[in-house]
């Protein structure tokens, strides 16, 4: 059994940073379900911009908003403005093919694609 990529939302900009909350990722809700990522599933969030890496889980956000939201301590590692990316991983006894989203600067989906 490994552990592989199985969601992938690729460089989708911050639009906020909330450190005055308990913790996770806000992610739009409508992303999420293109990416095939659950609400509570374990990410690993990825800044290009800073070379942070850190580990949380999804809340939603509002479905089409666009909204990926750094919540809590990671607001300190992950600021507003910053391009991240954003994978799930699976257990599996087998390859899969991961769903990934290409988004544009407002977190609008421009592509869909498996590896």
């Not at 969030?45 to 666009?66: D, Q």
């Amino acid at each position: 059994m490994k552990f592989v990529l199985s969601s992938k939302i690729f460089k989708a900009t911050v639009t906020e940073a909330n450190l005055n909350y308990k913790g996770s990722i806000t992610i739009d809700t409508e992303l999420c379900d293109k990416a095939g990522f659950w609400i509570g599933e374990k990410v690993l969030v990825v800044s290009n911009t800073s070379g942070a890496r850190l580990e949380t889980y999804v809340i939603p956000g509002k479905p089409g908003s666009g909204v990926i939201c750094s919540n809590g301590a990671a607001a300190h590692l992950i600021k507003k403005g910053e391009e991240v990316i954003i994978m799930g991983f699976t257990l599996s006894d087998k390859p899969i093919e991961p769903k990934i989203v290409f988004v544009d600067q407002n977190n609008k989906i421009i592509e869909k694609s498996n590896i």
